[in-house]
């Protein structure tokens, strides 16, 4: 089993950016120092709801903070990007890590980021199978041209090239970083599994849905030709949110108190592209929600339902939020109690 911690760098009411920053640095200084695997690192642009707007900058600055942890994307939104940047960057970030870094890529959604960075509605609607290969033949290959629809551009030769890591706990293919895929339709979860790449899975979804989708997923990668051991050891990354408190009820009456208020605030302010109505969730319903569905309670609770997960969807790798609180102090806490109280239970 292997825990790691979701960050958002949520900005909750009453705090500006740079205090959400700020826990969200310090939480994953202390995930390592609990002895956690690995911190994930979420991407938004223009709203409270997370006020980190390049993962792959925060994981820089991480991976020379640490020396153990693992440090991922969850993700980096790739209509936002260019692939050959984005892929230039995870290159530099596993190469001078030892390969401690996780690149993981998604759709978004059909924000007005798409029109601020260019991108437009057609990079998020069918841009991204295109963006996603060329990405990953720039991981994997020596010279790389643009022969898309979207991407053209003459063969041009990869430097960095992520396949040269010298030395260091790489974990993932030899050909450079690990590339996860957001998913969260069976569209994706093909395209995913045609490349032999693991999911991240959103912290909405509850074990049912997630095993359905990781069954879907080893369908398809056998139907694209992958070998059993690749189809039955693909890592996937399983997204919920963590908090650790004694006593019947304290670690959700905390949530409840806290959550609601960041989740209206954040998610009230996105914006769409194309003026699409969006429905949004009732935010105490579904603060509710998620603690019901995820380690949020007493330790033995807490290993209990991640032990769970892990039996029902066959994934043993998570990315926990642990902000819920709000308060540096309480996230702190709340991290360590994951890595001293709930990690014995696990082995």
């Known amino acids: 089993m292997r825990i790691g911690t979701f960050v958002l760098a949520a900005q909750f009411p009453g705090q500006g950016p740079g205090e959400a920053l700020h826990r969200a640095v310090r939480s994953a200084e202390a995930a390592e120092e609990s002895g956690l695997d690995s911190v994930w690192l979420a991407e938004h642009h223009f709203v409270p709801y997370g006020v980190c707007p390049s993962a792959t900058t925060l994981a820089a600055l991480l991976l020379g903070r640490t020396r153990r942890i693992r440090v991922g994307t969850a993700v980096s939104v790739l209509p936002s990007h260019h692939p ?11 190469l001078t890590s030892g390969g ?6 998604g759709r978004g959604g059909p924000w007005v980021d798409l029109e601020v960075f260019g991108g437009g509605l057609d990079a998020y609607e069918n841009g991204f199978p295109e963006a996603l290969e060329l990405l990953l033949d720039w991981l994997r290959e020596p010279r790389v041209a643009g022969r898309g629809e979207r991407f053209g551009f003459r063969e041009v030769a990869v430097v960095p090239r992520a396949d040269e890591l010298l030395e260091g706990p790489a974990e993932g293919p030899s050909e450079g970083p690990e590339v996860i895929v957001a998913c969260t339709s069976p569209t994706t979860v093909r395209l995913a599994a045609a490349r032999a790449l693991p999911m991240l899975l959103g912290m909405h979804c509850g074990d049912e849905e997630k095993a359905e989708m990781v069954a879907l997923w080893r369908t398809a990668a056998r139907e694209a030709g992958h070998p059993p051991e690749v189809v039955e050891g693909a890592a996937h990354v399983s997204a919920g949110v963590a908090q650790i408190e ?8 905390t949530l409840v108190k806290t959550m609601p208020g960041w989740l209206r605030q954040g998610l009230d302010a996105h914006v769409t592209v194309d003026g699409r109505h969006r429905v949004m969730r009732d935010p105490v319903a579904y603060t ?3 603690c019901g569905l995820h380690p949020v309670g007493p330790p033995r609770l807490a290993a209990d339902r991640l032990a769970a997960t892990a039996e029902r969807t066959g994934i043993t790798r998570f990315a926990l939020l642990v902000e819920g609180s709000g ?3 309480a996230t702190e806490e709340n991290v360590r109690r994951l890595g ?8």
Not at 246 to 253: K, L, S, V
Not at 340 to 347: C, E, G, I, R
């Open 246 to 253: 004694d006593g019947p009820g304290a670690a959700t009456e």
């Open 84 to 94: 050959v940047a984005l892929g230039e960057q995870a290159a530099l970030l596993h």
């Open 340 to 347: 001293a109280d709930v990690l014995p239970l696990l082995t």
């Open 100 to 105: 401690r870094f996780s690149l993981g890529v």
């Open 327 to 329: 308060d540096l102090a």
């Open 288 to 290: 509710e929600l998620l």
